[in-house]
Structure formats: structure tokens, C-alpha cells
Nanobody, 125 residues
């Protein structure tokens, strides 16, 4: 399966911002062929879909709790998907993963089996 790598996590104050990036771990595959989703999981909690984006970048989907704060985008020239996270709150603290998702993203971000290793996002004062 396609191997993905996330980066950009870290420790940030409430109200701060981070930008996560998702890229393929090698050059065998291109991220451009896939709809991509961001997921997160906090310790002891269920994994939840945060946002996803179509292959072209023309369609997006967001978890209600992040609407207006997070923006997913992609730069296919760079084979990279981003998650811009603004106005972060402690509840956003989790490990964030990117994954390939079903091409139909209108209903939900449904993973299809290729995941990154995750990047830790901690929102704390």
C-alpha cells in the first residue's frame, strides 16, 4: 500500500496555528492519484475523521467541530496535502494521521487502507 508521511505537528498554545503536511514516503507513487483525509486520535478515544479532500482539490469535507478553523488543501505540483489548523483548542490535541480515502468524500472521509505514521499535535498553555 501507499506509504504516507505526516509532518508539522508540535506543541502550540491555545489559539495558535499549525500546518500539517502529508506526502508519500517515496517517489514510487504520487499522492495526486488519491483523495486524502486527515484523521486524529487522542489517547483512550476513538479515531475520528477531521477533513478530506478530493484528488483535484476541488471538493472538501470537514468535521463539524473544526469547520471554520481548519482548512485542507493540496498542491499537486508538490504532491502534498496540507491541513492548516487555526484557532487551536486543547480538544484538538491528538495524533494526526493522513490516509487515502474513498473518492466520494461528500458523505464522509472513509479510509481505504494507506496511512501515515502520525504526527503529534498538542494544544496546551
Amino acid at each position: 500500500q501507499l506509504q504516507l508521511v505526516e509532518s508539522g505537528g508540535g506543541l502550540v498554545q491555545p489559539g495558535g496555528s499549525l500546518r500539517l503536511s502529508c506526502a508519500a514516503s517515496g517517489f514510487t507513487f504520487t499522492l495526486n492519484d488519491y483523495a486524502i483525509g486527515w484523521f486524529r486520535q487522542a489517547p483512550g478515544k476513538e479515531r475520528e475523521g477531521v477533513s478530506c479532500i478530493s484528488r483535484s482539490g476541488g471538493s472538501t469535507n470537514y468535521l463539524d467541530s473544526v469547520k471554520g478553523r481548519f482548512t485542507i488543501s493540496r498542491n499537486n505540483a508538490k504532491n502534498t496535502v496540507y491541513l492548516q489548523m487555526n484557532t487551536l483548542i486543547p480538544e484538538d490535541t491528538a495524533i494526526y494521521y493522513c490516509a487515502t480515502v474513498r473518492r466520494d468524500i461528500t458523505r464522509a472521509c472513509t479510509p481505504t487502507g494507506s496511512w501515515g505514521q502520525g504526527t503529534q499535535v498538542t494544544v496546551s498553555s
